[in-house]
Structures are given as structure tokens and as C-alpha cells.
């Protein structure tokens, strides 16, 4: 009877992994479908003539941010029973391997799970500041910053927080010097080491870039620069609010209490049940504030509410009740709002609202924490808990400013030394031309064949860019061929600009987008 006993046990252990197994699994691929929303989203937002490159950009940072996880970032994160406080340093993490073929592996595949799980977060962190700077930046500007963002700056920032062993973590039981500050800080579902870390990088890469051509005036006045497609847009965000059960509810890492001791079902319903609460008090205010202020029904008014909202629940998304949900989703609104309009004000280009979105809703997020983490639903190591609930332990809003600060710091050091390098060297920003005709390269099916082959890509889409335009706007047909000529003595002055000795050739050089 003892011995059908402990094969039970086993069985039971066994099984409660491979539910976990399969738990994050379905979590990953929910967070997966926010980059198609994000794609979505941004494609409708821009001007028709940079649509598909959106949808470009979006596939093949997926492709480029799955490998740089793979060999680095996972590693700098995760990197096994040997990390520091600040770095990931075991080797098991980097180019992540694990001997599941031999006997006596019992984890059923959670590491595989773990790292598919944390590749679909990384990868968001990378697409949100991809729009900030839409219509505007070159394609090598965007994958650089993705294996930056993927392989750097979101796995350290997710070390701190996470790992055991991380500096900032509430995870981490070790003492002494190995202990993390102050009880280390809650970041449920990346509030802070995702988005708050994102928009601020949103932030410097719009200020560092510059403004779209046109959207101030020469008064510095704003232009609105509208979306092709809100249809695309609000599905969106339908979908981003769908994916994002799987990002905060999959943050339990466990359904079945293998991974985390407190990671019960009950925990993974109810953050379902806030996140629901928060987007929804987020969209409401924001479209309601608007109608106030200026009588109109803002659609994107509320899809930004929504997303908003979503992103100021989830450091929180484990640890608050479903009241403080309104409370945390109102006020991100409200900040969103405050903070967009003082983006434009200081001219500001964020496309996407980044910055005021995910920047502010982000640090909101973390802070929200300090002020709501119910003491039972608290993690921290020396039972800190939200201010509001009164009691000895309520100072972990100390331990959440740090963790704000900390962050404010390591993004704010990254993102200038990488988007000041990419300035520098004449590959953030798109040639003037290429800005003003647009970047969606369907027009280069029109491209006759003296303008094919080895002529520069650059070349070729104003070419078709002209011709298009002269069919779908009734122009004669020698206005065509004037645009034809000017792209045709582009190249030519192109070609004498590579030629040995050149001068001042800075003027002409054209980038490949």
C-alpha cells in the first residue's frame, strides 16, 4: 500500500507539471497575439502609404527577437543556479539546452514552457517603442533596437525583478548581501520591467528622432496627422485586451502550484477578473473626459482608455482587489490624457502615444502597488504591503519608488547611448523623400525595368511613387515623367556621391529602408 502510495505521489507531481507545462504554453501564445494586435493597431494608425511596412516590420522582429532570446536574453534573465543580483550568469539559460532525454527528468518541459512564455513578454517590450517612431524610422533602426531591447535592456530589467536571485526581487530568500532592497519590490506582470521600461525608451527614441515632416506646422503649431483605418485600429486593441489574459494570468508562471507555492487557481481567475475591471474604467474615463472637454465620442480616446488601463493593472494584477481595479484604471486615464497633451505641447512626436500610455501607465502600475497590494495577496519577502491597508508592513511603496528609479536610470542610460549611436551614424531616420513619398514597397510593382535591379531600393519607390500618383490624380502624363527625371538624377547624383574622392556626399546619401 506504501509503495502504491509514493507511485501516486508521483504521478500527482508529475502531472501538476506537465499542467503548468501546458498552462504557460497556452499563456505564450495568448501574449503572441498582442503583436498581431500591436500590428493591427499601428497599421491603422499611420497613413496608408506606410501601412504594410508596419506589418513587415512586426513579422521579421519576430523572427530577429525569437534568436536574440534565444542565444542572450533568456540567458541575462534566466540564467541559472549561480546568477547574481544583476546578471543572469549560468550557462543553462544561454542558448537555452536541457538534458530532458535522461532518466530521472521530471519537469516534463517547463523550461522549454518558461523560455516561450518570456520570449512573447520580450518581444512586446520591443514592439511598443517600434510605434513611437513609425513613418519615420529606417527598418534597420527598428531590428537593432529589437535585439537590443530582446537580448539587453528587458532581460536585465526582468532579472532584477524575477529572478531568485535578482536585486529588486520579492522572490529572492537569500540574506545578507545576496538579500534583495528594502523586501524587494512587486512587479506581477511587468508593469515596470515591461512597460514602464518600454515607454520611457519610446520616449527618448521620439526626442532623439525628431517629429514627423508636417506634424508641427512652422508656427509650431500641431497638425493632426490622422490613422488610414480606425477599423484596424480598435481591433487592435479588441485583441490586445484579449492577449493580455495571457500575459498577466500566465505571470502565476503555475496553475497547479508546481512553479510558486502561492500560484493557485484562485489567484490566476481573480487577476483575470481585475485586469477586466481596470481596462474597463480606463476606456470609460478616457472617452468620458474627452466628451466632456470637447462634446465628441472619441474612439481612440477609448481604445487608448482601454490599453491604458491594462497597463496600469498589471504590477499589480496578483496582489489588488477588485475595487482598487477602478481606482488604478481611472487614474491611469487620467494620467494618459495629462500626459499626451503635455507630449504635444512640448513637441513631441510619440505616433502611438507610447510614452503616455505605456511610459506613465507603466510607473503608475508599479506605484499603484505600494498603495493597493492587499497584505494576504502580498509576496514580499518581509510582508510589505499597500500603505492603504495600514499595519507595521505598510511601507512597500518604499521598495516600489526604488524599483521606479532604478529603472528610470538603466532606461535612460541604454536608450541614449543606443538611440544617439543610431542618430550618429545616419541610421535612425529615413531620407527626407522616402519620408514624404512613403515606404510601402506594393509601388515597386510598378517599377520599369531600367529602374530595377541593382538601383537602389530608394530610387525605385519614388519612381513608382510618381507614377501612381499621376494615375490616381489625373495628372498628364508629362508630370509622370517629371518625377520620372527627378528620380533618375537622384541616382545619378547617387552614383557620383560613392565615386573615390567624393565630397559632401552627406547630402545625397540614401539609406536603405
Known sequence: LLKRIEVLDAEVVRL??????????????????????????????????????VLLRKLIEACVGAITW?????????GGANDNPFLGTGGAGYAIHTNDWKPGYSSEGYEWAHWFYYYAIALVASSIVSGSVTERATMIAHLIYCCCAVGV?????????????????????????????????????????????????????????????GRFDEFGAPVPIRGH?????????????????GFVAGANLSAFSAARGHGMTATVARTC??????????????????????????????????????????????????????????????????TSRLMIKQKIDDTMDAFAVY?????????AVGMFCRPEYSHSTTGGHGFLYGGVNGDLILAQIVYVLILVVWTTATSLLLFGSLRYFDVLRLPEEIERLGMDPLDLLAVPPELSGSTSRTIALMAARTRRTA???????????????????????RKQSLKPGAAGNSDVAVKRV
Open 471 to 493: 494615375r490616381t490624380s489625373g495628372a498628364s502624363a508629362g508630370d509622370a515623367e517629371e518625377g520620372l527625371s527627378r528620380a533618375k538624377s537622384f541616382r545619378s547624383k
Open 229 to 245: 483605418n480606425p477599423i484596424l485600429t480598435v481591433l487592435g486593441v479588441l485583441l490586445l485586451w484579449t492577449g493580455w489574459y
Open 153 to 213: 535592456i528587458f532581460p536585465v530589467a526582468a532579472h532584477w525583478i524575477w529572478d531568485p536571485s535578482g536585486m529588486l526581487s520579492a522572490y529572492n530568500l537569500g540574506t545578507g548581501e545576496s538579500a534583495p532592497v528594502l523586501g524587494g519590490a512587486i512587479d506581477w506582470a511587468g508593469g515596470g520591467a515591461v512597460f514602464m521600461v518600454a515607454g520611457l525608451s519610446a520616449l527618448f527614441a521620439s526626442l532623439i528622432s525628431g517629429p514627423r515632416i
Open 273 to 338: 477578473v481585475v485586469t477586466t475591471i481596470s481596462a474597463a474604467t480606463g476606456g470609460l474615463t478616457s472617452v468620458g473626459l474627452i466628451y466632456f472637454l470637447a462634446q465628441v465620442w472619441d474612439v481612440m480616446a477609448a481604445a487608448n482608455g482601454v490599453l491604458v488601463g491594462l497597463v496600469s493593472i498589471s504590477a499589480g494584477a496578483g496582489v489588488v482587489e477588485p475595487w482598487a481595479a477602478i481606482w488604478i484604471g481611472s487614474v491611469g486615464a487620467v494620467l494618459f490624457l495629462l
Open 70 to 78: 534565444y542565444l542572450i536574453g533568456n540567458g541575462l534573465a534566466y
Open 16 to 53: 501538476a507539471w506537465a499542467g503548468d507545462v501546458l498552462y504557460l504554453v497556452w499563456a505564450g501564445a495568448l501574449v503572441l497575439l498582442m503583436i498581431v494586435g500591436f500590428g493591427l493597431m499601428e497599421a491603422g494608425s499611420v497613413r496608408i502609404k506606410n501601412s504594410r511596412p
Open 359 to 367: 511610459g506613465v501607465g507603466g510607473m503608475w502600475s508599479v506605484l
